[in-house]
């Protein structure tokens, strides 16, 4: 599989901006959406940012201290 680095540089802001907005809603479920929206992309482009790690904490801090949800799972 080919990493399309050129299409992670032109879609990570749109999905940094979309995940900043979800966490200001307050919302969970916009927060997962969000997460799970930019896991499908990463996957679709063969790699993930180093900064991956930003929307692991969204989803924890938005489903709470007890929730065992990884992103890969998503």
Avoid: F
Wanted: include cysteine; glycine fraction near 6%.
């Amino acid at each position: 599989m080919t990493i399309d680095y050129a299409r992670m540089n032109r879609v990570l802001p749109g999905q940094k901006a979309a995940l900043t907005r979800a966490i200001k809603s307050g919302d969970p479920a916009k927060v997962k959406a969000a997460c799970k929206d930019a896991v499908r992309v990463w996957n679709e482009i063969g790699a993930w940012p180093d900064n991956w790690a930003h929307w692991q904490i969204a989803l924890d801090d938005a489903l709470g201290l007890y929730s065992t949800l990884r992103l890969e799972d998503l």
